[in-house]
């Protein structure tokens, strides 16, 4: 074997262990890397209210309920489970019902009493008139595609 | 093979000379076709609204930030393997460019995340793992440059390149790996692009237009490597050998 192909030979070996040890090391950790919990995890794993966390979902539809003094109470869903959340303070722009939402606070009592609110922005990009058009002629699949299992 | 015939320094100038004012041409050209339909000829989004227009300049810099890092990548593995000369120097002049568009991609991410999501930064895995991008381009320019000579430094940033090039499938696939604010993938997905035309229209000629830009800087940088490396050699052979011709002696007392 030549020195360049021993050298092949070795860099290419390298790269497979090294790739195979990312892949184990980011699948041990996968629970640290994940952003955020959808209902259902939060529902199934339950943490106790001293862990502060994040939920991610869609906004149900009709459930925003503005309270006044900057209270808002609202239901984040991932179509399979429901969870209700209690968030005071400023929502952002994107904040819509049917559109992503990430909470970050604690869930105590079955509630999740939030701090704070990020919008989640979906894949599509579309002109207003062609998302008007698309929701007229019945095709619209905007909420019910929903990211998180 | 057709790179060993370019390990030629001079033979590759050549080349270059070629390329570089059609490479300096199509930047221009589609830079200026391209932010006219970016800023000009294009609709708002039916969600963000004007904001829309930051995704031209943030998604092809991002795009390029991973191009640049698996062209740095493949570049230093030839010049570790094969010991081409020309592949060292295009790797070590292709990490300032992909840092600088790893840079654009994080800061316009940055801008368009506070009106949309209401926050400039999240710990998110897709911008973490872009954050670690910039580092590793970083990191391997300071080991590049960190030893006298070039030919060691180049081989030690090129271990270091090789051993970060994990980090690029993580970057593109975090999104669907794990839940993340980032959005996932609207142009290279599975289905189709989920962008309407009025938009990838301006987005492909941004993304060319970037492209088009980095093949142009590099081939000026690696210019700039290939002649720094004959001012070293002239002035080696000044204090090793014996006296170079007259023409390329430097004044005394210049260092």
New interface residues.
Partial sequence: MKR?HK??TF?GI??LL??TA?ALI?TAF?DN??????PTDLIDKNPGPDRRLRL?GLVEENSVDKQGGGQVVFRVTDTAKTVNVRFKG???????EG?GV?AEGRFIKGVFVAD?????????????????ALKKSGQWQGTEKA??Q | MIFHKYANPNRFLKLATTIQPWAAGATGLFFVTGLYFALLASPGDYQQGETVRIMYVHVPAAWMAMFCYTAMAMAAAVGLIWKHPVADLAARSTAPIGACFTFLALFTGSLWGKPMWGTWWVWDARLTSVLILFFLYLGYMALANAFDDPARGSKAAAILALVGAVNVPVIKFSVDWWNTLHQPASVVKIGGPAIHSSMLVPLILMALAFKAYYIWVLLIRIRGEINAGKIRALRLRQVHGGPPPIAARPSQGVN
């Fill in positions: 360049k050298r092949l860099v390298a790269l090294l790739g990312a980011l996968e890397i994940v952003f955020f919990y959808s991610g400023l929502l952002p722009d994107l904040f819509r559109q990430v704070d609110v990020l919008a989640k922005h979906d894949e599509n990009y579309m002109p207003p008139e062609v998302a008007e990211k998180s």
